[in-house]
Structures are given as structure tokens and as C-alpha cells.
């Protein structure tokens, strides 16, 4: 069957009657008499399975072909990755450049989406699992973010369920809100549960968790890539050096490792760390020695 250009998109919404199958395929650009395909698809026996999807025919494709992609549901498939560590508004970002994908969620504030996914009174930050997600073409970008959304259910409840004894979150969703800081503060993968006990020893003594990534988030669009002594003692819900406890939202995507790390810190008595430069951390028990291990990899010459 001549195709009107190399390869042509056909979409096949559910519901829609084998008859109008054979029209929809000559109206995407397949030069065929639909009341010839729609005798075709009826003799075969095989017109009741035909799937609705998005389809990508390519030149050279016959009408037994073409029925058995239908048939078995052979869809053309898209592919968007979200990665760990991103914010929702990255993740939104994303997704609205995926020209196959239908955006339906382009016209909703960030509180109306949630409405729409059916959690009306949660913060979207956070509550989206960083994975890869295909799709059919054609199909909502509000399908892949339920997905991603019920992804991130899954994962944190089986992190609940492999808490630690001595972990000091008090609900999953504080996890949740840990995780994303283990997310944004680990330079080396393996220091995740490193990390994780520094902030549990600072919640154990009433600490403040003193994190520059949960000031930043609170800065929004104001932040230039700069983070000044200003910025540590301007106050906002997410500043967790002049605000003790956890955040009121996670600040990011977190990972399957970061959401096991906040609930199984290591056994370490650590209260500070500070970056070396080589993406590893140096842990400190003191601050005497935290303020030493400052002026050896922060201020150096």
C-alpha cells in the first residue's frame, strides 16, 4: 500500500469501530480504498482485536501487516527520562518538550494538575519517581506523570517498610522530604547513608540541618547560582539554618538509594561534612575539626 510520505503516524482512539479503523488509515495517508481495507479486516477474522494506540507505518507495509500491528497492539513508542535530583518544574519542563506527547497538562498550574491526579492538598515536589518512562505516541503527558506519580508511592513505601530502628524521620513522607536532600547533597553515591546520619544526629540533639540546597529551593528564581551569607540568614519556609527540623516539601526527585539512605543512616557519630573537591565529602565529628577540614578544602590559596 502507497504511503503519502516515508513513515506516517496513525492514531487509533479506543472505541472506534473496525469501519472506521479503514477510514482513519486512509485519512493518515495510506493510499488504500477504506471500504475495500474494511472487507479485508472483516474477512480475516481478526477485526474485533484490533487495538486502539499510536502506530507508526513505514513504506512497503501490506494489509496483512498492517492488521497484524493492529492486532497485536504494535504501537510506536516514545521514551522521556527524569532524573534524580530534578524539581518538579524540571520534570514539567521535560515533559512539555516531548513533541509526541499530547499536553494536556500544559494549560494547569502546578495545584491544579495535583487535583487532577487526585491528591488536591500535596505538594507535587517530590512525588515523582526519576526513571524512564516510554509511552505510546500520542498519548496525555498526564498518563506519565500518574505513572511516575504511583511509581514514587511504591518506592517509598517499601523504603518505609526497611526503616531502621534508630532512624529519627517520623513518617514517610518526612523520609520523602530527607531523601531529596540526600539527593541534592551527595556528591559520591556511596556516601548516601554518610550523609543520611549526619542530618539524623543533627534531628537526635534539636540541631538545625544547616543544608544550603534547602536554601536555595526556598530562593527560587532569585537564586543566581551564588549563595551568599545573605541568603543563609534570610528566612523561608525551606531554610533550614534559621528554621529547625525538616522542610515543609521535599526541594527534589530523590532516587531509590537516597529514600533507602534517609531511612537507614549509617552508624556514624558525624555532625558536619564539607566537600573536598573530588565529589567525596570529609565527615567531622566536632566543629573544631569540621572548621579545620573547612580551611584545608574550601579555603585553600
Keep these: ?46 477485526a474485533r482485536l484490533i487495538k486502539a494506540g499510536s502506530y507508526e507505518l513505514e513504506a512497503g507495509i501490506t494489509p496483512w501487516r498492517l492488521l497484524d500491528k493492529l492486532a497485536r497492539g504494535d504501537q510506536a513508542q516514545g521514551a ?20 509526541d506527547l499530547r499536553q494536556d497538562s500544559a494549560v494547569l498550574s502546578d495545584e491544579a494538575l495535583m487535583q487532577t491526579l487526585g491528591r488536591p492538598d500535596q505538594h507535587p515536589e517530590g512525588r515523582f519517581f526519576p526513571d524512564t518512562y516510554t509511552y505510546s505516541k500520542g498519548s ?28 529519627m524521620v517520623r513518617t514517610a513522607d518526612e523520609a520523602l522530604v530527607l531523601a531529596s536532600i540526600i539527593e541534592k547533597e551527595t556528591g559520591r553515591g556511596s556516601e548516601r547513608p554518610l550523609i543520611s546520619a549526619v542530618f539524623h544526629n543533627r534531628l537526635r540533639i534539636g ?75 570529609q565527615f567531622s565529628q566536632t566543629l573544631d575539626e569540621h572548621n579545620r577540614a573547612v580551611n584545608t578544602y574550601q579555603r585553600r590559596p
Design 140 to 167: 496525555s503527558d498526564i498518563a506519565v506523570l500518574r505513572r511516575a506519580m504511583r511509581a514514587m508511592d511504591k518506592r517509598l513505601a517499601l523504603a518505609w517498610s526497611q526503616r531502621s530502628p534508630q532512624a
Design 80 to 99: 522521556v527520562s527524569l532524573i534524580e535530583g530534578w524539581t518538579f518544574r524540571q520534570f514539567r519542563a521535560a515533559l512539555a518538550k516531548q513533541t
Design 207 to 281: 540541631m538545625p540541618l544547616q543544608t544550603d540546597p534547602t536554601v536555595i529551593y526556598g530562593m527560587g528564581a532569585a537564586f543566581n547560582g551564588n549563595l551568599r551569607r545573605v541568603d543563609l540568614q534570610t528566612d523561608t519556609p525551606w531554610n533550614t539554618y534559621t528554621r529547625r527540623g525538616m522542610p515543609p516539601t521535599p526541594i527534589a526527585m530523590p532516587g531509590r538509594a537516597s529514600l533507602l539512605a534517609a531511612v537507614q543512616p549509617a552508624s556514624s557519630p558525624a555532625l558536619y561534612f564539607v566537600a573536598r573537591g573530588d565529589g567525596s565529602s
Design 1 to 46: 500500500m502507497p504511503l503519502a510520505a516515508p513513515v506516517i503516524d496513525l492514531a487509533i482512539e479506543p472505541g472506534t469501530l473496525p469501519r472506521e479503523v479503514a477510514q482513519t488509515v486512509k485519512s493518515a495517508g495510506v493510499e488504500v480504498d477504506p471500504v475495500w481495507l474494511h472487507t479485508w479486516f472483516r474477512l480475516s477474522g481478526r
